[in-house]
């Protein structure tokens, strides 16, 4: 019997990590993922999506940008963590590894 997991996503790139990256992973454990982007904070935010992060200017992304002016946040990023693997990820981001290893752990 499958468990099903629904997780809300801030934006399409987390929603695009959870449906290539994070599902498939999940799949081998028996859970079945269903992906909703959240919709009330973009809404909170007045249609501006950076200001989730609290501050446009040290996003993430912003910083990337400094270095690789050409970067792509839904198309790149995603390429990144694809490339990366979940296994790295999870060593490099204990927070990231402590939710999956969670979701893996639901019965």
């Not at 859970?31 to 919709?39: A, E, F, S, Y």
């Not at 009330?40 to 400094?66: F, M, V, W």
Request: hydrophobic share 35%; charged share 20%; with cysteine.
């Amino acid at each position: 019997m499958s468990v099903r997991i629904n997780i809300t996503a801030e934006g399409q790139t987390e929603e695009t990590f959870i449906n290539q990256i994070l599902g498939p992973h999940l799949t081998a454990f028996g859970k079945v993922v269903h992906t909703r982007r959240l919709r009330t904070i973009y809404q909170r935010c007045h249609g501006q999506p950076e200001l989730i992060n609290d501050n446009p200017h040290t996003a993430p992304s912003k910083g990337i940008l400094q270095v690789c002016p050409g970067y792509r946040k839904i198309v790149d990023g995603v390429l990144i963590l694809e490339e990366i693997g979940l296994p790295k990820l999870r060593q490099q981001c204990p927070h990231l590894d402590a939710w999956v290893t969670r979701l893996e752990q639901l019965p």
